[in-house]
Nanobody, 117 residues
């Protein structure tokens, strides 16, 4: 099983960009589907994006399509979330998660993203 650590969060102005990283331990990272989720205060957790183990298959939530890009580098055991054209409503704690199948069963600790208007 992998363990996940997110990084790259911070404070950015609206219209700016950030790249989040999700570093994984374990030799089987390449076998996992990786997802990014976010949760804003007082709101439910929201799906952001996912990438399959081959990195060919990607899928995005409607609110981030065209602005965010998910990618992975299996040689580095790391997944990324490039976030462009950020909006204040993107402010949230961002989590990466991993699964082999079914539900995501491994989660990172989260990284805060704050977008100022």
């Amino acid at each position: 099983q992998v363990q996940l650590v997110e990084s790259g969060g911070g404070l950015v102005q609206a219209g700016g960009s950030l790249r989040l990283s999700c570093a994984a331990s374990g030799r089987t990272f390449s076998s996992y589907t990786i997802g990014w989720f976010r949760q804003a205060p007082g709101k439910e957790r929201e799906f952001v994006a996912r990438i399959g183990w081959t990195a060919v298959s990607t899928y995005y939530g409607d609110s981030v399509k065209g602005r965010f890009t998910i990618s992975r580098d299996n040689a580095k055991n790391t997944a990324y979330l490039q976030m462009n054209s950020l909006k204040p409503e993107d402010t949230a704690v961002y989590y990466c998660a991993a699964k082999l199948r079914g539900d995501y069963d491994t989660w990172g600790q989260g990284t805060q993203v704050t977008v100022s208007s």
